[in-house]
């Protein structure tokens, strides 16, 4: 089975990544750019059977850091 | 409007971030984790009707590199 996580900095956390690629595009000469936000995808090929909720302890434990990161779970 | 940019490697180019991912899951004793491939996630606050032709060009210019990576674009 295939899963796929999502990992983004919370709202309010400084993204200076994501505000990088904002003047970079802006420098490019593409107009209203208002933000911009750069996060993770992680694509997890697990044996048959996994739970949700491993999937959710492997974001816990190492995929994010849930001080400052939110995570999504997507199951394919 | 917003607009979420998935960037991930092409199959066949080494990932060796994916890779350590893996093998820290192994070593957490999460059994069956057959492989992990790790992309960015790009969400962009852009200005109503930008097309998608214009975030396509975005991509090609600056968001992937199309030589190693391959990108999708969701409108939300």
Known sequence: ???????????GVLDPQG??????LGALGFEGVEGVR???VIELE???GTSEDTIRDMCEKLLANTVIESYRIEVL
């Open 1 to 11: 089975m295939k899963a796929r996580v999502h990992v983004m900095l919370k709202n």
């Open 19 to 24: 505000e990088a690629v904002r003047h970079a």
């Open 38 to 40: 750069q996060g993770k």
């Open 46 to 48: 697990l044996a048959d």
